[in-house]
């Protein structure tokens, strides 16, 4: 069954599933649009990312540390050889993957992973290689964090329409005790809950917020961030989108702009884990910025895109945000910078952990088993009628 968020339930409209003809995926109703949830591939493990390339190609990570390949329909036996060593522990692994935008002419692609540190434990790195004949060589490193922590890698990499690259860092599960304003999150000197940007080869842009500040990470863009693992940069606005996680309730949806401070762990709407008791000083405070959509409880947000295709022609210029503890698809109808109404769409179908679009306008999910099972990636294709 699939759920309406409650905007769509107080308005009247809801959605439901229809018994399939055999052989066949059942038919979704939702608004605007019918679709099927197609399996495209399967037998995959702990998949993070999907990317497609210009010939057709889809690229995805799984988590243990292989880059795998679809072509024409079938995945490939074999990984991608050249991946570097990964912190394949816990969250850590093969995280995101991204082509560069001129990848027909240069064949590079970029990928994030938890790079282990020479003593213990890990942090954020993202490289990039050029990708040919199914391998990958030519493979330099291009950003490492400064931060450690158990989790929490954020990890999303997204190019804007000027090339430049953004990359989260998540806040490593530093616990927030004591003076709230002392956390890594707050502090510029390290690179714990940021949003950076970068040139393409990993220099630094010289109009970056905090470039000119004595002590701080020139590759910060944004700070305050607790684990952001959706980001979406909209092709005609050129505005910038990312979602974090919240603990226990508080996920939000944030307009990410240059030097401004969302808040973590200072202010939010999540509460401790195990007591449940409060975490913030408030939910809004000055000088820093509040969310555009709070999830309450939890749909522990991840990947996300802004559609664009022509497949689902009334679900153009919606946001779409996969949920992993939810188990769903949120649907967000945008009004400029706002957020308009909501809809639930693929309720119950597993852990979504990376939503795309492919060139051919289907929305693509991949579905992670928290244990470990094997899952697959799936697309939502529509039916006859809307």
């Known amino acids: 069954m699939i759920r309406t968020s409650f905007a769509l339930a107080a308005a009247g409209l809801f959605v439901s599933a229809v018994q399939p003809v055999a052989g066949q995926a059942p038919i979704f109703r939702s608004a605007f649009h019918d679709y099927r949830v197609v399996t495209v591939a399967d037998g995959l493990e ?45 969250q850590g692994g093969l995280l995101d993957v991204v082509p560069h935008p001129d990848f027909s002419s240069n064949h590079l692609i970029y990928f994030s992973f938890s790079k282990p540190y020479a003593d213990s434990g890990a942090t954020t790195a993202v490289a990039r290689g050029r990708l040919e004949n199914d391998r990958l060589t030519d493979v330099q490193e291009i950003f490492v964090a400064m931060s450690r922590g158990a989790g929490h890698y954020g990890s999303r990499l997204a190019f804007d329409r000027n090339g430049f690259l953004f990359i989260t860092v998540g806040d490593r599960q530093v616990p927030p005790r004591g003076n709230l ?18 040139h393409d080869d990993g220099r630094v842009p010289a109009d970056n917020p ?44 944030n307009l990410i702009r240059p030097g401004l401070n969302y808040g973590w762990p200072g202010v939010g709407f999540g509460v401790n884990y195990r007591t449940g008791a409060a975490i913030h000083e408030g939910t809004l405070k000055e000088g820093m910025e509040p969310p555009v959509r709070v999830w309450v409880p ?28 939810g188990e769903q698809l949120a649907r967000l109808t945008m009004d400029g910078q706002r957020v308009k109404i909501e809809e639930t769409l693929v309720h119950g179908t597993g852990r979504i952990r990376d939503v795309r679009q492919g060139p051919d306008g289907y929305i693509y999910l991949a579905i992670d088993d928290e244990d470990g099972a094997p899952t697959p990636v799936v697309r939502l294709e529509p039916v006859d009628g809307r």
Do not use: C
């Open 46 to 90: 702990h998949p993070w990312s999907i990317a497609f390339l210009p010939g057709g190609d889809m690229l995805m990570t799984e988590r243990p540390g292989r880059l795998r390949v679809v072509r024409d329909g079938r995945l490939l036996p074999e990984s991608v050889p050249g991946v570097p060593q990964v912190f394949a522990r816990g």
């Open 210 to 253: 905090f470039v000119n500040r004595a002590g701080a990470q020139p590759e910060i863009f944004s700070y305050g961030h607790r684990n952001p693992q959706g980001l979406a940069v909209h092709p005609e606005t050129g505005d910038v989108w990312a979602n974090e996680h919240g603990p226990q309730g508080g996920d939000e949806l």
């Open 181 to 198: 304003a002392a956390h890594p999150a707050q502090d510029l000197s390290n690179h714990h809950g940021t949003i950076n940007r970068i």
């Open 298 to 325: 939890s749909i522990a947000t991840s990947g996300m895109l802004i559609y664009t295709g022509d497949r689902f022609p009334d679900w153009k210029g919606n946001l779409f945000v996969g949920g992993m503890a």
